[in-house]
């Protein structure tokens, strides 16, 4: 199977005056853009909202004000039919996996898509090899290492063709050989990717960066116009970044 069969669907993202308040802290303050194929990269600080807007734009936290629509449909409004168009990979695999082998963990997105069992089971197959992982599809998740379950539940997210990705720090606990694979594969997905990290270096290729600043929209454009910015911000403020809120 070809990359372009599986990788097949575009998304359109939209939100809409996104805020969110929590314990009397702006934790996202009238956020609003657009975002139409391609990577578009999310830096910030610890505690800036990235990770709570990537949950808003998947459907899993409401925000007080503002809306999330995905090709014009609202998270919130038509939950089935927009959570069908959207995956989200977490940061940590533990808090995404539930079924005790590789391929159980496949199929159960496909199978909640509506696909039959055996057809789940043949796309499932078909996405492990195309990662050159077809032996893993028996193995227990317990006997796989944390580089290993995210690159299942990458694997299982990518299996669903959604139109859009949510990618929270995706290369987190991966190897070298892996990392450079999945880099590849980002810059060729002809889906809308929503990439949060760190690692600006990760960021360069991005076709789009959005800096996020203690909730709000700081910076939108080009990654060598971004990225040079931000890391000059951080650069004054040092050592007082140390003590940031690490609950984003």
């Not at 995210?150 to 070298?176: K, W, Y």
């Amino acid at each position: 199977m070809q990359m372009g069969q599986i990788l097949k669907s575009i998304g359109e993202v939209s939100i809409q005056g996104v805020s969110l308040a929590k314990y009397g802290r702006d934790i996202l303050d009238r956020i609003s853009f657009n975002a139409t194929h391609g990577r578009v990269g999310l830096i910030g600080r610890n505690g800036s909202g990235k990770s709570t807007l990537a949950r808003v734009v998947c459907g899993l936290i409401k925000p007080d004000q503002g809306c999330v629509l995905i090709d014009d449909i609202d998270v919130f409004k038509d939950r089935h039919q927009a959570l069908g168009k959207v995956g989200i990979l977490f940061q940590n695999p533990d808090h995404q996996i539930i079924f005790p082998t590789v391929i159980e963990e496949i199929c159960f997105g496909l199978t909640q898509q509506g696909q039959n069992k055996d057809i789940a089971r043949h796309m499932a197959q078909a996405a492990l090899e195309k990662f050159g992982q077809g032996g893993w599809a028996e193995r227990s998740i317990s006997t796989l290492s944390q580089g290993q379950r995210h690159l299942v539940c990458l694997i299982s997210v990518l299996a669903m063709q959604p139109a859009v990705i949510v990618m929270d720090e995706p290369f987190t606990g991966l190897d070298r050989p892996t990392t450079g694979k999945l880099t590849q594969m980002l810059r060729e997905m002809q889906q809308t990717v929503l990439h949060i990290s760190h690692d600006l270096e990760a960021l360069q290729d991005a076709d789009r960066v959005i800096w996020i600043e203690q909730g709000r929209l700081q910076m939108d454009g080009a990654p060598n116009v971004v990225l040079p910015a931000y890391m000059a911000a951080m650069d004054v403020v040092g050592v007082q970044d140390a003590f940031a809120d690490i609950t984003d």
